[in-house]
Nanobody, 121 residues
Framework: QVQLVESGGGLVQPGGSLRLSCATSEFTLSHYAIGWFRQAPGKEREGVSCIESTDGSTHYADSVKGRFTTSRDNAKTSVYLQMNSLKPDDTGVYYC??????????????WGQGTRVTVSS
């Protein structure tokens, strides 16, 4: 059963930007570290970013550092992934997931159904 909902994916040209959102009405999102993951066609799923529940500190994969930013809204009901300077290699299905107790752990127990991002001219 899907408990997180991602939105904001779409088709964008190289160099463009998208902002993905992750939200739920089923539990308190601010209690969890939230990670973003992606899976490109024919490739394994990889971690993209994570934001801690305690102090809001963030972590990024080397491939997206300086281009992607993850944040929470003030009410902590949503988590965002701002993606700038997009490249064709960023193409894939993006998922958000909870991590317990923090970003150093594997994603569990909640996942979203994913939102597709396509970077192409």
């Amino acid at each position: 059963q899907v408990q997180l909902v991602e939105s904001g994916g779409g088709l964008v040209q190289p160099g463009g930007s998208l902002r993905l959102s992750c939200a739920t009405s089923e539990f308190t999102l601010s209690h969890y570290a939230i990670g973003w993951f992606r899976q490109a066609p024919g490739k394994e799923r990889e971690g993209v970013s994570c934001i801690e529940s305690t102090d809001g500190s963030t972590h990024y994969a080397d491939s997206v550092k300086g281009r992607f930013t993850t944040s929470r809204d003030n009410a902590k009901t949503s988590v965002y992934l701002q993606m700038n300077s997009l490249k064709p290699d960023d193409t894939g299905v993006y998922y958000c997931a909870t991590l317990l107790p923090n970003c150093a752990n594997s994603p569990r127990p909640h996942w979203g159904q994913g939102t597709r991002v396509t970077v192409s001219s």
